[in-house]
């Protein structure tokens, strides 16, 4: 698989500044003017962007010239060089001979999804494989082990494989024979893998490839005829939404997400989505909304687990509870009680889940910096805190958070114990 094309992401997202769909959408129709019918849809997009596709056909290639007035080169696609590929599969082949056992550690912890699913690929010569549990079985475990890289080290080497898991998947859709039974699943387990890789997408900071991802969530959501699956998307978008400054949008996607779940006998799965709602009411300024949706959580979380609860609900433990209700408390400008909040939430995961441990011990200097009067001590010593987790977790997200907690701090850099702690931060965060 080749690299990334950031050069034709750019394209779309700078000069056009469409999402994935409206830049197929925009194709589709330049290619009817010029009298060529075109299928192009967000997934061909994305295989073009995520380097699943190096070089389109000719039409497509022919297409982005007349549109663009660039060749495909300058668009950031590279031609295959056989030769040159079948030397490389050679050497590889040699290589994973010789160093079996570190090809396959680093490709667990690295490449989880595409390792899962290359295991269960079906052959070369098959033409339509017969798909079956095992394909199913790689996709579920696909997902699970994406998502215990990112809850142990962070979501920043996992992108790309979370996108090859999930091409992997959509061909196996599109040229398998499978049963009507066995298709809801696999469309339920793709639009899963749909859900991780829009997370890992929104968590390093690509907010227009998340939505797209979560939106392909949701179209699997409907072809398995799975209301889980469909709750689960409209709480990533409502996410989302908070995330891109969108607060009724990340109110009425809760509100859309708790009527589908309403019905699958999970009371926790229900506080969660109440504590999405209140995150869209704080950013709005509502407190009393705000207030009544956090309390209706709690009254949830507190009915306890059923069996109903889903196997990814898991990360939902009293710790992430208090750190969300202190995120909405610091949207609502109640930095004090956001601190304590976010104190608690790390205490209370202990020795586990160090990504969501870091980011909340930034969230602690961030809360104390932002205090009508700030206690800078109490600021540097999360600081620092949080920055005893690099290397080991690797988030884009964490570092935005350093860089915030940075720029809160400047205004008092003259105080000794904030001047340390940005020499401190300069040492280890690479500048922008």
Not at 241 to 258: C, D, L
Not at 298 to 309: I, T, V
Request: aromatic share 6%.
């Amino acid at each position: 698989m080749s690299s990334p094309n950031d050069t034709f992401r750019h394209l779309r997202e700078k000069e056009w500044d469409m999402s994935r769909t409206e830049a197929a959408e925009f194709l589709v129709a330049e290619g009817v003017k010029r009298g060529e019918a075109l299928f192009l849809v967000a997934r061909t997009i994305a295989t073009w962007e995520d380097g699943m596709t190096s070089w389109p056909q000719a039409r497509y290639r022919r297409l982005l010239h007349q549109v663009t007035g660039r060749t495909a080169h300058e668009l950031g696609f590279t031609p295959p060089v056989r030769r040159v590929r079948a030397a490389a599969e050679a050497d590889a082949g040699r290589r994973a001979e010789e160093g079996g056992d570190e090809v396959r550690r680093r490709s667990i912890l690295f490449g989880a999804g595409a390792a899962v699913l290359s295991a269960a690929a079906p052959g070369a010569d098959t033409a339509r494989p017969a798909l079956g549990q095992d394909h199913l079985r790689a996709l579920r475990e696909a997902e699970q082990r994406l998502y215990a890289q990112d809850r142990d080290h962070g979501s920043a080497d996992l992108g790309q494989q979370a996108v090859t898991a999930l091409h992997t998947a959509h061909s196996w859709l599109a040229q398998g024979r499978y049963s009507e039974e066995l298709g809801h699943r696999l469309h339920t387990a793709t639009g899963m893998l749909s859900v991780a890789a829009g997370w890992l997408a929104l968590d390093a900071g690509r907010p227009a490839d998340a939505r797209s991802l979560y939106t392909e969530a949701l179209a699997s959501a409907r072809q398995a005829d799975d209301p889980g699956l469909e709750a689960h998307a409209f709480a990533c978008l409502s996410l989302l939404a908070h995330a891109t400054g969108r607060p009724r949008e990340a109110v009425t996607t809760a509100q859309v997400a708790q009527r589908a779940a309403s019905g699958l006998g999970s009371p926790r799965w229900l506080a969660l989505l109440a504590m999405r709602e209140a995150r869209g009411w704080a950013l709005q300024g509502d407190r009393p909304f705000a207030e009544h949706a956090m309390v209706r959580a709690y009254e949830l979380y507190a009915k306890g687990p059923r069996d109903a609860d889903p196997e990814w609900l898991s990360f939902f433990v009293p710790a992430e509870l208090a750190g969300l209700e202190s995120l909405c408390r610091a949207d609502l400008g109640q930095h004090d009680r956001a601190a304590a909040g976010a104190e608690q939430a790390v205490m209370l995961f202990a020795d586990g889940h160090p990504r969501n441990r870091s980011l909340y011990t930034a969230d602690i200097a961030l809360h104390h910096a932002r205090r009508a009067a700030p206690d800078l001590d109490a600021a540097t010593d999360a600081a620092h805190r949080t920055l005893a987790y690099l290397p080991d977790v690797r988030s884009e997200r964490l570092i935005r958070s350093l860089r915030d907690i940075a720029g809160a701090l400047q205004s008092h850099r003259e105080v000794r114990c904030v001047a340390t702690y940005l020499d401190s931060y300069r040492s280890a965060v690479p500048a922008v």
